[in-house]
């Protein structure tokens, strides 16, 4: 067995040798490894009756000869298609001087580099990003933040109904509620200080048009400690408002309404445009109302499980919208959502 091994390996090397190309390289891995009547193959059925010692010693013998055709003939394909490669290159001919690929480079929307610079400036201030849920319950949505079923302020907010007790959410106040009320579960283990920013779509029954959408972006605040005051509300508001539109923005802060916090402010800027010297944009008032906002009302404190005589909350939310038209001067709120890539491309130099 062993010396009709040798005399198979003979054959293979001269086979090897007369090997001129790739058809002739399949034929001897066919003869001599792949094939079932190739002799190595068959010559492990012919010693299975043999001795132990016998099967060792050639077995071993038929592995070491089956490795050494395999390196062989992987050596030589290796070269055939290091030959074929190089044919190959010598028929292509580049002509450099053609003008490549031109690819349009990506752009971020607006609304979301409006996010990201939110994102950014809360960040800093130590404040986390959430982005809630957009199906909520009338419970979160409403009554939680002092609006019991039938309480007027609800007309201001005309609601899309999943069904009874389901809403699309109409602000992003919702997760304070839920915020509220998860911290209520906690008692004893509420931070000193808690900062939440969250955002998202929120939707309302409302006819669109240039500065309307019954779908749209907002981005509400929450603060809440032992220490929080008006005072904290202010600073942080004319903060944002500055790092959002220059260092130059004036705010102004004035009485308002909102069923979830008391006292309650409307806050204007002066306006981007005409830097309040009045024009068609500000109605010739020199200011612009950007956002609502408000120390959180003790009812909602009471709602949610929380002291209201040992904490307090600022809060505050606006649209995202409002933001970027502001920004970047847009004039129709549809803009942002046409997918237009003439007005899309405007806004690849920001944010970067």
Not at 61 to 66: A, H, R, S, V, W
Not at 165 to 194: D, F, G, W, Y
Not at 203 to 210: G, I, K, L, Q, T
Request: contains cysteine; proline residues 3%; neutral net charge.
């Amino acid at each position: 067995m062993i010396q009709r091994i040798k005399d198979f390996k003979l054959k293979f090397d001269k086979s090897i040798k007369e090997v001129k190309n790739k058809e002739d390289l399949d034929k001897v891995r066919s003869n001599f490894v792949t094939s079932k009547d190739s002799f190595l193959i068959t010559a492990f059925s012919e010693i299975k009756k043999s001795t132990p010692e016998v099967k060792k010693e050639i077995g071993e013998l038929i592995n070491k000869t089956k490795k050494y055709f395999i390196d062989e003939i992987n050596k030589l394909s290796e070269k055939f298609q290091k030959v074929e490669y190089n044919e190959l290159l010598k028929k292509e001919k580049w002509d450099v001087s053609i003008e490549g690929l031109q690819f349009k480079p990506g752009t971020s929307h607006p609304l979301n580099l409006v996010i990201d610079e939110i994102r950014q400036i809360f960040t800093e201030l130590g404040y986390e990003m959430i982005n809630g849920t957009e199906f909520e319950t009338d419970d979160f949505c409403f009554q939680k933040l002092n609006l019991p079923i039938g309480h007027p302020a609800r007309d201001m907010q005309d609601t899309f109904y999943v069904d009874e007790s389901t809403v699309l959410r109409t602000h992003c106040t919702n997760m304070t509620a839920r915020a509220l009320s998860q911290l209520a579960k906690a008692k004893e283990t509420i931070p000193a200080n808690v900062g939440m920013i969250s955002y998202g779509n929120v939707y309302r029954r409302d006819d669109d048009d240039a500065t309307h959408s019954h779908q749209f972006m907002q981005v509400d605040g929450l603060l809440m400690g032992e220490n929080i005051s008006f005072a904290n509300l202010k600073w942080t508001l004319e903060y944002v408002c500055k790092r959002l539109f220059g260092q130059e923005t004036v705010i102004r802060m004035r009485p308002s309404f909102f069923p979830f916090t008391e006292p309650s402010a409307e806050v204007d800027i002066n306006c981007v445009s005409c830097n309040g010297i009045g024009c068609r944009i500000c109605k010739y008032s020199g200011w612009i109302e950007i956002l609502g906002s408000g120390m959180i009302a003790k009812e909602v404190f009471e709602l949610n499980g929380i002291d209201s005589n040992k904490y307090q909350a600022i809060a505050y939310g606006w649209g995202i919208e409002r933001i970027a038209m502001l920004k970047f001067g847009v004039t129709n709120i549809r803009d942002f959502y046409e997918n237009n890539d003439k007005f899309l491309k405007q806004f690849k130099f920001f944010g970067k």
